[in-house]
């Protein structure tokens, strides 16, 4: 008889998304012919650039011919693209990593949801917010929480980013065993220094905790004093777990390809050294087949010298567009955080208005689509998050859209 | 206090494939120079046919403009490759299903291990013997057994397949919940009739079951008679999920693709109607963010008339070695199984040899490296596989080398 998973069933319905959808759908209706800009999901907007795209079709030139084809990869990625990414963090941020503790996969989603499957489903998770909602949603199936409150899970322990401690939490007041933390964080835009990410490292070593550090947004920090990776503080490679991505950087929203970096040198209470890499090893060769061979070509291209520029140029073409909505919003009068080493703009709503509130009056009159920030948890309320990705010429319109409702 | 997930630690050690590639290492060690045949993994070696490999450029040409460039796809899969999955299965297979039904993944391993996790962790699994590990690892990760026992794992039911039953396990004698089944089989060759697998389907409406049906080798069925789809079966909308893949057809196995089929008419006993169809939706919007876009450019081509052509003239190849590694044994006066309807031969060691004991047999004088049957379950003890994946001359050497030996 077949049951299916409760954990599952405990899962609130996928609101935020569908939500906003469906709203503007229906607000398309009521005014057919006219145009809605998107400023909503934080997805890619530009093209693949030229070096990359190169790798990707060469590849494919490899697999059209039998004497160089091949089949399956490495689970845990290509050779060469985990040497790759070991010396890109050596150059970049001076930190030393062996090429086996990086995990190649199709994105740092993936990782984010399945890296909770390592721990025993009796963790107390600690988790940022607001946050990305797959944090929450991945521990609710792996069976970490009682139930859904109708504002937050029971059983998780949440920190609440605010003005008022600039969007960076302090550690947990409790002990707690999974720290999920993300940097230049989605959806506030806040970045973290040394000493308050330092924190969180000692607090996991003195609690044997473990944080799961998303860093997908790090190539956007430009501003010289912010941790760039984990492991820039000492005793991270004993209690981190990294997840990254090409998505933001590369534009492999679409192309999905993403790594952890799971250390050897992690350590858990039951299993004993090195337990937590060799079953994450484990996880990857029973549940995956690799990245994508043409994706993890396009990978290696990205991390050469060429690459990097290519990169580079995307991501100021992203940040350039944040500063317009920035000191778009501004000048009239809005709060915001974020849009500095971040690509998101996490705008405070005037005159009290609520998250869908300032939804529903964008949307109306500016034509305007944002995220309702109250959609990333109970802290989240009161704000939105303005996405920087999209065409320059898309932006402008509208931040002109929005100044000029604002002004009305 | 971080403590690892303890069902992980209930999975034996990954056996089969390491002890294969360090029993080669050593023997190429002791035979400097000498060249190893390799007919053991089920890893596809012919190129990429034209026209798909011209769809995947075509699309990395779309993503190189910003004009075309798209940025994450839906997490269930391109609309268009679901519709196209959806013609196929009617044209192909006079089959009716829903495009919603199919959702997109990176390929049948990735389906095979995560679907369990849409049950509870207390029912009982059923899978062949022997069978592809990844089911039983899966579920031992699930936790679903209570531990291995030195041969197999205790809370699985084992369907035992061998030469009495022509490889066609019989029902559970037992109720049980899961039923995981391969036809093609994996490792055995076996292909299945209607009057055969309806007994599944009607076992698992009588007793409310699931059975996961994998059909990744469904292309290499040449002969009439033998299901190829699941749904062919009347009742299998309401019981069974298919998993498939562009690996074995379209030689996908690095690019990574594949579909898993969960129709909406599932029924499971908690939940209501459509939960199992809605959780998959769920599950692969949590933890997954769709298969790379260029990949599924590539799918769509092989779903095409021309793309059709070529996949078939891949699989004509590998059928083609599968025959004459059939008659070559044979030849030798081997007794063999599959190999027609199946790129994989299932040949009895002969002189009662253990599997392990042929292996090294083979190793040795033929140079020739094939896995051993007991790698995939008890039942396979006494059995090697031998994989018609390679070169054309490749396994016509590794024939005649066998031949020679076998005579000697």
Same mark, same amino acid.
């Given at each position: 008889m077949a049951l299916v998973n409760e954990n599952f069933l405990s899962l609130a319905s996928g609101y935020l998304f569908p939500e906003i959808a469906r709203r503007t759908k229906a607000w398309q209706e009521r005014n057919l012919g006219e145009k809605v800009l998107r400023l909503g999901i934080g997805n890619t907007t530009e093209a693949i650039t030229p070096h990359i795209a190169k790798a990707m079709h060469d590849k494919i030139d490899l697999l059209s011919d039998r004497t160089t084809y091949t089949g399956y990869g490495d689970e845990q990625g290509d050779t060469a693209l985990r040497k790759a990414l070991r010396d890109f963090y050596h150059k970049q941020y001076g930190v030393e990593l062996e090429d086996t503790d990086f995990f190649i996969s199709d994105g740092a989603k993936s990782d984010a949801a399945n890296i909770q499957e390592l721990f025993s489903s009796s963790m107390i998770v600690a988790v940022q917010d607001p946050a990305y909602p797959v944090y929450v949603d991945s521990n609710v199936v792996g069976g970490r929480s009682t139930g859904f409150n109708g504002t937050n899970y029971d059983g998780f322990v949440y920190l609440e980013s605010n003005s008022e401690n600039g969007f960076i939490p302090d550690v947990p007041a409790q002990k707690v065993d999974l720290i999920y933390l993300c940097f230049p964080n989605n959806p506030t835009g806040a970045v973290i220094n040394h000493a308050q990410l330092k924190k969180f490292v000692d607090y996991a070593l003195e609690n044997k905790a473990i944080i799961i550090y998303d860093a997908a947004y790090t190539d956007y920090i430009r501003e010289p004093g912010y941790v760039r990776t984990i492991y820039e503080i000492e005793g991270a490679k004993r209690c981190a777990i990294e997840i990254n991505s090409f998505s933001k950087n590369a534009g492999f929203t679409g192309v999905r390809l993403g790594w952890a970096i799971v250390p050897e040198s992690l350590e858990s209470?039951?299993? =004993?050294? =090195?337990t937590i890499h060799r079953l994450w090893n484990r996880r990857q060769c029973t549940f995956f087949n690799g990245a994508s061979n043409i994706a993890q070509a396009g990978g290696l291209a990205a991390l050469s010298e060429k690459g990097r520029e290519e990169c580079k140029g995307l991501v100021d073409y992203y940040l350039g567009n944040a500063d317009i909505i920035k000191k778009g919003l501004e000048s009239v009068g809005l709060t915001c955080y974020g849009g500095v080493n971040s690509p998101y703009i996490w705008a405070r709503c005037p005159c009290g208005l609520s998250s869908w509130d300032f939804f529903d009056f964008l949307l109306e009159h500016a034509h305007v689509v944002v995220t309702p920030g109250s959609g990333f948890g109970p802290a989240g309320e009161g704000y939105v998050r303005v996405s920087s990705y999209g065409h320059r010429e898309d932006i402008i319109k509208a931040v002109e859209a929005i100044k000029e409702h604002i002004n009305d």
């Open positions: 209470e039951n299993g =004993g050294p =090195g």
